[in-house]
């Protein structure tokens, strides 16, 4: 079943059984019509598994949260031959952060199968996860194509998914497909939601025709063209009309999405608890499109300052249930407290002290985990948060993240490739200030940070015997990273120029480089002064070097950063 009426009568798992077409046996093409009996052969017992329509769990059995289970899903892919496997990534806990905490990652080889198991012209295969005692986030996909993003699921969860793309359509069954279905659901309404709003374009220019001829003929085109269906970018300007775009956006009554009304349609067919995190989950994203806007537009007056009074910082929202397990609510807390923080110059961490605990360890770690590389004092930042942080998986992750990034440390000794491939390590430099520029093939900010920034610095240290410019890539063609590197598009052909071999490559996983470029500064003791917070302009990265000749005292940055 795939239509809106039947969906929102929430039938049991034997929907599908009372829905099948009765077909005579040896009609011949009977797959025209969706799934049938076998053409030939009469239903048979043990052909059919009627365990679901009994209201029985399958192989995920039939945990509760607190129990330890594994997820359970089959998958079919039907009328695809080049796709032969998916990719799973299970959260087993989750921040919504790209570093923290990582996936485990796992890949699902798929199989022909048969109409005796009713997946005749299809590719199948059955994943099952690590065992899992919370809730916990699972995404599927295949190459940059994915199906579902971040699901949450319970343990126990059993699920049946095919991926019809021969009628561009994704079915779901088995015993816990209601819990699947709901959030295929609610992730279509939110992107029409999108979908139905003109995209906008910040523009300090009141009169905005692009930065080329093409562009003004183009933006014209769509301002002269007259229809009900089409959209149009808004360009939004600091001042009055930035501010009167904010009211609308925020006058927009975010209670009436359509989700919620999808949420409500599973009221006593799921359990109370799940659905309440899918709740929070949507408030969290409605209310964070509201307060990112306002950071994009904020212009720096009176007006937008009554505004932000008004709309964010003496507005209170209670906490819905379910915002504990939620991925995106504490998002929204993190947006909006860190507004605040900066329109009031009052510290972040002073202004979770009324958010209950749960909330406030991920709203902090939030905190950490955007901004580390920021902190002028990172290991002081690190401290306060593993003192007031209690949920004991979050203090774990940012106990790990503070010892790999901590000022003071010496060098981890893990060896690197060479030009010449023989192991190198970095400990061989002591006695040298080491800049170490972590850059990425085909990435046009390595390139250009390279030749704008570091290119220039490096050559005004050129005859200093003091200072060793150091280039790693991570590249697993051997032969790319040479060309690239005799290129001088990327690094200095004539400075140390390494390659962090393997995957995962041990030195970038412990230091959690995982953006590029990244940039570490290395003192003549070998230990590390800076990750990624180097001053951004030439004059002040040669001053900010040459300062480490004389203090020897730990630092993250200078304080012109």
Same mark, same amino acid.
């Given at each position: 079943?795939?239509?809106?009426?039947?969906?929102?009568?929430?039938?049991?798992?034997?929907?599908?059984?009372?829905?099948?077409?009765?077909?005579?046996?040896?009609?011949?093409?009977?797959?025209?019509?969706?799934?049938?009996?076998?053409?030939?052969?009469?239903?048979?017992?043990?052909?059919?598994?009627?365990?679901?329509?009994?209201?029985?769990?399958?192989?995920?059995?039939?945990?509760?949260?607190?129990?330890?289970?594994?997820?359970?899903?089959?998958?079919?892919?039907?009328?695809?031959?080049?796709?032969?496997?998916?990719?799973?990534?299970?959260?087993?806990?989750?921040?919504?952060?790209?570093?923290?905490?990582?996936?485990?990652?796992?890949?699902?080889?798929?199989?022909?199968?048969?109409?005796?198991?009713?997946?005749?012209?299809?590719?199948?295969?059955?994943?099952?996860?690590?065992?899992?005692?919370?809730?916990?986030?699972?995404?599927?996909?295949?190459?940059?194509?994915?199906?579902?993003?971040?699901?949450?699921?319970?343990?126990?969860?059993?699920?049946?998914?095919?991926?019809?793309?021969?009628?561009?359509?994704?079915?779901?069954?088995?015993?816990?497909?209601?819990?699947?279905?709901?959030?295929?659901?609610?992730?279509?309404?939110?992107?029409?939601?999108?979908?139905?709003?003109?995209?906008?374009?910040?523009?300090?220019?009141?009169?905005?025709?692009?930065?080329?001829?093409?562009?003004?003929?183009?933006?014209?085109?769509?301002?002269?063209?007259?229809?009900?269906?089409?959209?149009?970018?808004?360009?939004?300007?600091?001042?009055?009309?930035?501010?009167?775009?904010?009211?609308?956006?925020?006058?927009?009554?975010?209670?009436?999405?359509?989700?919620?009304?999808?949420?409500?349609?599973?009221?006593?067919?799921?359990?109370?608890?799940?659905?309440?995190?899918?709740?929070?989950?949507?408030?969290?994203?409605?209310?964070?499109?509201?307060?990112?806007?306002?950071?994009?537009?904020?212009?720096?007056?009176?007006?937008?300052?009554?505004?932000?009074?008004?709309?964010?910082?003496?507005?209170?929202?209670?906490?819905?249930?379910?915002?504990?397990?939620?991925?995106?609510?504490?998002?929204?807390?993190?947006?909006?407290?860190?507004?605040?923080?900066?329109?009031?110059?009052?510290?972040?961490?002073?202004?979770?002290?009324?958010?209950?605990?749960?909330?406030?360890?991920?709203?902090?770690?939030?905190?950490?985990?955007?901004?580390?590389?920021?902190?002028?004092?990172?290991?002081?930042?690190?401290?306060?948060?593993?003192?007031?942080?209690?949920?004991?998986?979050?203090?774990?992750? @940012?106990?790990? *993240?503070? $010892?790999?990034?901590?000022?003071?440390? +010496?060098?981890? /000794?893990? !060896?690197? #490739?060479?030009?010449?491939?023989?192991?190198?390590?970095?400990?061989?430099?002591?006695?040298?200030?080491?800049?170490?520029?972590?850059?990425?093939?085909?990435?046009?900010?390595?390139?250009?940070?390279?030749?704008?920034?570091?290119?220039?610095?490096?050559?005004?240290?050129?005859?200093?015997?003091?200072?060793?410019?150091?280039?790693?890539?991570?590249?697993?063609?051997?032969?790319?990273?040479?060309?690239?590197?005799?290129?001088?598009?990327?690094?200095?052909?004539?400075?140390?120029?390494?390659?962090?071999?393997?995957?995962?490559?041990?030195?970038?996983?412990?230091?959690?480089?995982?953006?590029?470029?990244?940039?570490?500064?290395?003192?003549?003791?070998?230990?590390?002064?800076?990750?990624?917070?180097?001053?951004?302009?030439?004059?002040?990265? @040669?001053?900010? *070097?040459? $300062?480490?000749?004389?203090?020897?005292? +730990?630092?993250? /940055?200078? !304080?012109? #950063?």
């Amino acid at each position: 079943s795939t239509t809106t009426a039947q969906v929102a009568d929430s039938p049991g798992a034997d929907f599908l059984h009372r829905l099948r077409p009765d077909v005579p046996v040896g009609l011949r093409d009977t797959h025209r019509s969706g799934e049938t009996r076998s053409d030939t052969l009469p239903e048979l017992n043990g052909l059919v598994d009627h365990s679901a329509a009994e209201g029985q769990k399958g192989e995920g059995s039939s945990a509760k949260v607190g129990e330890s289970a594994p997820v359970v899903i089959y998958v079919e892919t039907h009328r695809v031959e080049a796709i032969d496997s998916m990719e799973f990534a299970v959260w087993d806990a989750y921040l919504e952060e790209k570093d923290l905490p990582f996936p485990e990652k796992d890949k699902l080889a798929l199989t022909s199968g048969n109409k005796y198991e009713g997946s005749r012209e299809t590719a199948r295969g059955q994943w099952d996860s690590a065992p899992l005692s919370d809730y916990a986030r699972i995404s599927m996909k295949y190459n940059r194509f994915t199906y579902f993003d971040r699901f949450l699921v319970s343990p126990g969860d059993s699920l049946r998914v095919r991926l019809d793309f021969e009628n561009a359509r994704m079915l779901f069954s088995g015993p816990d497909a209601d819990k699947f279905r709901i959030q295929y659901e609610l992730a279509i309404a939110f992107e029409n939601y999108r979908y139905d709003q003109n995209p906008t374009m910040r523009t300090a220019k009141e009169e905005y025709w692009g930065y080329s001829a093409k562009d003004s003929l183009l933006i014209r085109s769509a301002i002269d063209v007259n229809s009900g269906i089409r959209r149009k970018m808004e360009f939004i300007t600091p001042g009055p009309e930035g501010l009167a775009y904010l009211e609308r956006y925020f006058a927009m009554d975010w209670k009436k999405h359509p989700g919620f009304g999808i949420i409500e349609r599973y009221r006593g067919v799921l359990d109370a608890d799940f659905l309440d995190i899918l709740h929070a989950d949507l408030q969290g994203r409605l209310l964070y499109d509201r307060v990112h806007k306002f950071s994009i537009y904020y212009h720096e007056d009176d007006w937008y300052r009554q505004f932000f009074e008004e709309n964010i910082a003496g507005k209170v929202d209670g906490i819905p249930p379910g915002a504990a397990f939620s991925s995106y609510y504490p998002e929204y807390l993190y947006e909006k407290l860190a507004i605040v923080s900066a329109l009031t110059k009052k510290p972040f961490s002073n202004l979770l002290a009324d958010l209950p605990q749960p909330i406030h360890d991920r709203v902090f770690a939030k905190y950490i985990i955007k901004n580390y590389r920021r902190f002028e004092d990172s290991n002081r930042q690190f401290d306060l948060a593993l003192t007031a942080i209690q949920t004991p998986w979050i203090r774990e992750k @940012i106990s790990r *993240l503070a $010892s790999a990034q901590r000022i003071g440390d +010496p060098l981890i /000794s893990v !060896s690197l #490739l060479d030009t010449s491939g023989k192991e190198y390590s970095l400990a061989e430099e002591e006695g040298k200030i080491l800049l170490i520029n972590f850059w990425l093939p085909g990435c046009q900010a390595s390139s250009g940070m390279y030749q704008s920034l570091i290119r220039p610095v490096e050559e005004h240290f050129e005859n200093d015997p003091e200072f060793q410019f150091v280039y790693v890539s991570h590249d697993a063609d051997r032969q790319r990273w040479l060309s690239n590197i005799e290129e001088g598009e990327y690094s200095n052909p004539g400075s140390l120029n390494l390659n962090a071999d393997g995957q995962p490559a041990a030195f970038l996983e412990y230091y959690y480089i995982h953006y590029f470029p990244t940039y570490m500064v290395v003192d003549r003791e070998g230990k590390v002064r800076n990750i990624g917070n180097i001053p951004s302009t030439t004059a002040g990265l @040669i001053t900010y *070097l040459e $300062s480490l000749k004389e203090n020897s005292e +730990p630092s993250h /940055s200078n !304080s012109s #950063l």
